[in-house]
């Protein structure tokens, strides 16, 4: 790598190189990007900074994240989105793409300044209320419209509000037994259905996130078989977690969209092995111990990804046989890249290319400790479970931000 | 058995049976001038009440004087946690406190098993309803008049006894509880309710379900009525007042309709109208009254068997009560 670029790839090569790694055994990928991400600054800075959002998106192998909207103030002007597209800059540690509101305040109620936030120095092309649900079918149709001027990118949190008031887990047998509000499958299923028609009506492309149920990837599968720009994502823990750990009423597991039903994982398993989900997003969600650590009702939901994303997705889908690790790069780079318009991350790793590598030890066995994480807060699912793999190292355009495990210093 | 009580499917049969009988030697005292036992004496019970309810407040505090605890009441309203405080930040103060046992009524589903789960407090946690999740001592004390009137005896369960439980399913801890607990005893239950009023993923459960109250009348021993609140009816669960009291209430003639031998309960507090009527209230055949007494002698069992040191499953068969024999 020189400059920020593959230099030379290839074996016996006759370079003097300033760091050396041996990668036997490693899996190189391309930086990996992420398409939702919250890292709760301005605001709630106690949660998560800019800073160690992006530390920690390095330690899970991630060179570029996209930023939500929900912070505080809200990033729903050109000013916000730029202040923490700087901050992202002066990390140094992760790209960061911020997303802007597509309504003002999240409000669902007035459209935001869209345009101004593109033409900003963030540049911003992917804009979701996500939190919320842009419910009002006509401020959606808006918003989808508008956003063609730019080639934009409306990323929807699919949630039918009256459907899912008072909601705190997947409705189902579990939630019935636990007498705990239910977040109907359809209350989801009904929005993308919507937004699908919406979309192609309009002739717009839209991006669902988060996807959770069998009855979700039904509907992206016939809207994409219909030819129409539909994108979708899905989080790692919605291919490894089910509802039945609600049981607990330990409130880590609490998180929007809930978790679902075995069913429903394989079904999400096997719309990413087939492409009908194009992308892995972590909806890393920083939350500080005291809303976590209180009952199950008034604790906040969401849980933090960056740092086990890529092995969460090597036990789901590569170890399972579901996907090889071209596919684990096409869904964790290329494709959300493409999505979020990122043109210098997402790339084949080639000579002439950015610079944006991850190595990745797939044999590496271990236990997830929190304590470890980079991330400034410590709501896992995963504490205490063994899961599989470590990123070795991650580079953003040639300069290393992590070595051997460990963070550098930058 | 477990330290805690905070749900009935945490009861094995044993347990569920000894609670029963502990309760029915507990209910001979409350006929004497000296009601007063000396079992938890010098032991911390905290009522810690997060949503009002005097009726079952009162029954735990009467149980816990009997059986000679000290007793402090923390009502949640009014106090620092309704400015925010967490249920975490109030359990450590109970904890510094030194309570052996925590009474918690709690307007939150799994607050209780929270509470039993977390390593906030070290005393026992006995739930007293949480939100629409469950009130095990209810359904404990529902068993309790059950047994009396369809099989009494020591020892003795409930198999073969047909019980309905009738109103709002979905949002009733009291029948999260029974449903448990009469299947562990043997009885067989039907929930009866329109299709809004019950949980999804019913059909997993332990019971019957049924749209139509005039079809299992005639074959239940004990017919158990909730209360349904007026507020339900805005939330489109039901159309009108007038059409559920027409489906799903009970009064004169479906009384009649009842074999000889049943019984009708209620958990109370009895709002006379829409799910009962007068008639049937005042009829000889509700043991809501009855409900309310055996309330306070199965909490009683429930304290001596958790706090008082004997853990159900080790405790004996045959309980001698050594220390109220003194
Ligand atoms: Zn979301």
Redesign the pocket.
């Known amino acids: 790598m020189v400059d920020g670029a593959f230099a030379a790839i290839g074996e016996g090569l006759d370079v003097r190189a300033d760091i050396d790694i041996d990668a036997h055994g490693l899996i190189a990928l391309p930086g990996l990007v992420d398409l939702h991400t919250h890292l709760r600054e301005p605001g709630r800075e106690d949660a998560e900074t800019v800073l160690t959002g992006t530390q920690a998106a390095a330690m899970g192998g991630y060179t570029a994240v996209h930023a939500m909207a929900n912070t505080f103030p809200v990033a729903d002007s050109a000013g916000v989105v730029e202040q923490v597209w700087r901050l992202g800059r002066e990390s140094g540690y992760c790209d960061v793409q911020p997303v802007g509101a597509v309504t003002v305040g999240l409000e669902g109620k007035q459209l935001a300044e869209l345009g101004a936030m593109h033409d900003s120095a963030a540049g911003v092309r992917v804009f979701s209320d ?2 919320k649900c842009v419910d009002d079918a006509v401020i959606m149709r808006r918003a989808l419209e508008y956003v063609k001027a730019f080639d934009g990118v409306i990323a929807q ?1 699919a949630q039918e509000p009256r459907l899912t008031a008072g909601a705190q887990m997947n409705e189902g047998t579990v939630s019935g037994e636990l007498g705990l509000g239910g977040w109907p499958a359809v209350a989801e299923e009904s929005i993308i259905a919507r937004d699908v028609l919406l979309a192609a009506h309009v002739g717009s492309r839209v991006h669902i ?2 996807l959770s149920t069998a009855g979700s990837v039904e509907i992206v599968r016939w809207a994409k078989g219909k030819g129409w720009d539909v994108t979708a994502e899905v989080t790692p823990h919605h291919l490894l977690l089910t509802d039945e750990l609600v049981r607990s009423y330990d409130p880590v597991y609490k998180v ?1 969209p809930p978790l679902r039903t075995a069913a429903d994982v394989e079904a999400l398993r096997e719309a990413l092995a087939d492409g009908t989900i194009d992308a892995v997003a972590t ?1 890393h969600a920083p939350h500080p111990a005291e809303d976590k650590d209180c009952e199950w009702a008034v604790a906040a939901m969401g849980m933090v990804g960056l740092e086990t994303a890529l092995s969460v997705v090597q036990q789901t889908m590569v170890d399972t046989g579901l996907l090889n690790w071209e596919g684990v790069a096409d869904r964790m780079s290329h494709r959300p890249a493409r999505i979020g318009r990122l043109t210098g991350h997402g790339r084949p790793i080639s000579v002439g290319e950015p610079a944006n590598l991850v190595l990745f030890d797939p044999a590496y066995r271990g236990v997830v400790n929190p304590d470890t994480f980079a991330t400034r807060s410590r709501n896992t699912p995963y504490k205490g479970m063994d899961l599989p793999g470590r990123v070795h190292a991650t580079f953003l355009r040639g300069e290393a931000t992590v070595l051997a495990g460990e963070l550098v210093e930058r | 058995m477990k330290r805690h009580l905070v749900s009935t499917a945490d009861l094995g049969r044993d347990d569920a049976l000894l609670i029963l009988d502990t309760a029915e030697e507990l209910s001979q005292f409350s006929g004497r001038a000296v009601k007063k036992l000396p079992t938890l004496r010098g032991r911390t019970v905290v009522n810690l009440f997060f949503e009002d309810s005097t009726r079952t407040k009162t029954s735990f505090e009467v149980a816990e004087k009997r059986l000679s605890a000290d007793v402090i009441n923390f009502s949640a309203k009014g106090s620092s946690v309704s400015k925010g405080e967490s249920l975490k930040d109030t359990a450590l103060t109970l904890q510094a406190m030194g309570a052996d046992a925590v009474v918690i009524r709690h307007h939150a589903s799994g607050a209780p098993a929270r509470l039993a789960g977390s390593d906030w407090l070290h005393g026992s946690v006995i739930n007293a309803g949480d939100g629409t999740h469950e009130h095990p001592t209810q359904a404990l004390l529902d068993a309790f008049t059950l047994r009396r009137h369809l099989n009494p005896g020591a020892g003795r369960d409930l198999a073969g006894r047909k019980v309905a439980i009738v109103g709002d399913i979905l949002h009733s801890r009291v029948a999260r509880s029974n449903v448990h607990l009469l299947t562990t005893l043997g009885a067989e239950v039907t929930f009866v309710a329109p299709p809004t009023l019950l949980p999804i993923g019913i059909d997993t459960w332990p019971c019957e379900v049924s749209y139509d109250l005039d079809s299992v009348l005639p074959k239940a021993d004990a017919v158990m009525m909730l209360r349904v609140q007026r507020e339900r009816m805005n939330a489109a669960f039901f159309p009108t007042e007038r059409e559920y009291s027409r489906r799903y209430g009970l009064d004169g003639a479906r009384l009649a309709r009842l074999p000889e031998h049943a019984i009708v309960m209620h958990p109370g507090p009895m709002v006379r109208g829409m799910e009962i009527t007068a008639e049937v209230a005042d009829s000889p055949r509700c043991t809501v009254v009855e409900q309310v007494a055996n309330g306070v002698s199965v909490r009683m069992a429930v304290l001596y068997l958790l706090v008082g040191g004997a853990t159900l499953a080790d405790a004996p068969r045959t309980t001698e009560l050594p220390e109220a024999a003194q």
Do not use: L, P
């Open positions: 996500d939190g949190h996130c988060h929007n909806d």
